[in-house]
Structures are given as C-alpha cells and as structure tokens.
C-alpha cells in the first residue's frame, strides 16, 4: 500500500469532502433516485438514469477519499526548515520574463495549480526539491526548457 503524503490543511479538507459527500450528497441522490423511481417506467426515465450517473460519480469519490485517508500520512510542514521538500511554499523567478510565481509542494490527493498547490512528485517538483534560495532551476517543458530562480522558501502550517 503506498502512503499518501499530505499537509494538515490537505488531510482536513480531503476529510470534509468526505464528511460532505457521505452526510449531505449520497443521502440527496437516494431521495432523487426513489422519487424518478416513483415516475414510473425506468427505461425510458432520463431523470433516473441522470440520478444513477450521478450516484455512482459519488460513490466513486467516496471510495477514492476514503483509501487517501487509510493511506495518509500527514507531515508537520511547519516542523520542516532549509531547503525545498515536502509542504514547502516556493518562490519563483521565471529567468525570461520576470514573472513571480508561488507553489506549495503538496500531496497528489490535495493538488491544485489553480490554488497554487503543486503535486509533490511532478517533474517540476522533482525539480524543486533539495533547492535553496538563490538557486536555479532548470524545468523541462513541452514547449522546451524553462529556468527559475529560487526567492524564497517558506514552510506554513
């Protein structure tokens, strides 16, 4: 079984998914499946079968959370220090247009570019780690290769 690194925040918020979907989602879709259930002839019912579609995209999210969470370890990321590793906060320098950017290295599970959180054992992660401030770091692209600079290192909580 391979453990699934995460952050307190990450471990937290995969947990309230959880708690959400098997409190408040799966118990709404059982209501709307036993009233398309009760409109009749269920072949020709889109309403059911828009219901068991949805059920079943629930139930596969609630097996996935639930096998993240028996799988997690959490790591204490303000305990960490020094160079990049696991829950660090990355500042960036793009060497060719001076374009800043940040990422915290976070667990697969609680990825999420959009919000900055970038999975941990990506190529451009790989590529961060054991780097310190004022380092370069060279990120191979499909549109070729990119170089960065390290501003700063952070580790919150």
């Known amino acids: 079984m391979t453990?699934?690194?995460?952050?307190k925040a990450g471990r937290e918020q995969i947990e309230g998914e959880l708690r959400k979907l098997l409190s408040e989602?799966?118990?709404r879709i059982i209501r709307a499946l036993a009233a398309a259930r009760a409109h009749g002839d269920l072949k020709e019912n889109a309403e059911f079968h828009s219901a068991r579609e949805k059920q079943g995209m629930i139930e596969a999210r609630i097996s996935y959370l639930k096998s993240v969470v028996a799988r997690s370890e959490v790591v204490d990321v303000?305990?960490?220090?020094g160079t990049v590793k696991f829950g660090a906060t990355v500042q960036l320098e793009d060497d060719d247009t001076g374009e800043e950017v940040t990422?915290?290295?976070?667990?697969?599970a609680e990825s999420d570019l959009r919000r900055g959180k970038l999975n941990?054992?990506?190529?451009?992660?790989?590529a961060l780690i054991g780097k310190d401030v004022g380092d370069m770091v060279c990120v191979k692209a499909p549109a070729g290769e990119r170089f960065?600079?390290?501003?700063d290192i952070r580790y919150i909580a």
């Open 3 to 7: 453990r699934e690194y995460l952050t």
């Open 120 to 126: 941990w054992r990506t190529a451009f992660a790989a």
């Open 78 to 81: 303000a305990s960490q220090s």
């Open 25 to 27: 989602e799966r118990p």
């Open 103 to 108: 990422y915290q290295l976070v667990g697969e």
């Open 148 to 151: 960065f600079t390290v501003i």
